[in-house]
């Protein structure tokens, strides 16, 4: 049984951060992928940022150069610190992992995605 455990969401200010961080149960080093995604109100489920074991990220194009994801290993925890925030970015924010997918594949293939967490919910107000 794999569990992923969102944490770090809240309500800032936009041009705020905020720093989310997924905890893994087990077989963290065993997903070949992890990733964050989110779902804002009425619309669809996108992908935000991604990574693979070996460290290869791949964002959208509405949070590069804001947004960074990172895993570490040895505490099998994944994070993503959002920098310079918008008020477009607020959503439920989820992370996923994936055993098979590479990172550029997993972006746009959230449905694929073998585990998922249950989500964090980040708001930036204008």
């Known amino acids: 049984q794999v569990n992923l455990v969102e944490s770090g969401g809240g309500s800032v200010q936009a041009g705020g951060s905020l720093k989310l961080s997924c905890a893994a149960s087990?077989?963290?080093?065993?997903?070949?992928?992890m990733g964050w995604f989110r779902q804002a109100p009425g619309k669809e489920r996108e992908g935000v940022a991604t990574?693979?074991?070996?460290?290869?990220?791949n964002y959208a194009d509405s949070v590069k150069g804001r947004f960074t994801i990172s895993r570490d290993n040895a505490k099998n925890t994944l994070y993503l610190q959002m920098n310079s925030l918008k008020p477009e970015d607020t959503a439920m924010y989820y992370c996923?992992?994936?055993?098979?997918?590479?990172?550029?594949?997993?972006?746009?293939?959230?449905?694929?995605?073998?585990?998922w967490g249950k989500g964090t919910l980040v708001t930036i107000s204008s």
């Open positions: 087990a077989y963290f080093e065993s997903f070949y992928c």
């Open positions: 990574i693979d074991s070996d460290g290869r990220t």
């Open positions: 996923a992992a994936d055993r098979w997918m590479t990172s550029a594949q997993a972006l746009n293939n959230a449905d694929a995605m073998d585990y």
